[in-house]
């Protein structure tokens, strides 16, 4: 699954630069995906604010051969899964991995957890 955002604001007509607070793009009753950058760069270079409820987990199907992702922790716990590696993280800390393979990020806290989640495509 790619995430680009598909809301009406977005998706089906040009508006201004400054972007609703959420757009309300959503994996799952847990999981919420804010993009911060421009639209026209989905599918090249994309970056957003990732929330997960406690337990909550975003898979995503592999990207593009090449596909990096940088996700850095803002609060919270979360762990990273690409392929067979995993990483647990908390806040202040990033994981760099390859996207190009089945990959996941899910909260191990008692809480919400928020992330800043970057992802190169690859050609």
């Known amino acids: ?13 040009p508006h201004a630069r400054r972007h609703p ?3 309300g793009c959503r994996a799952d009753g847990g999981c919420e995906l804010r993009i911060l950058g421009p639209v026209e760069l989905a599918g090249q270079f ?7 409820q406690a337990g909550a987990t975003l898979d995503s199907l592999p ?10 922790v803002l609060g919270g716990q979360l762990t990273v899964r690409a392929g067979d590696g995993h990483s647990a993280l908390a806040a202040g800390e990033t994981a760099r991995y390859a996207a190009d393979l089945p990959h996941a990020i899910h909260n191990d806290g ?8 970057v992802v190169m495509h690859g050609n």
């Open 1 to 13: 699954m790619r995430w680009a955002c598909r809301c009406p604001t977005c998706w089906t007509r």
């Open 21 to 23: 607070a959420s757009c």
């Open 46 to 52: 994309e970056w957003y604010e990732l929330t997960l």
């Open 63 to 72: 990207h593009a051969p090449g596909s990096r992702e940088h996700l850095s």
């Open 110 to 117: 008692p809480g919400p957890a928020s992330a800043l989640l």
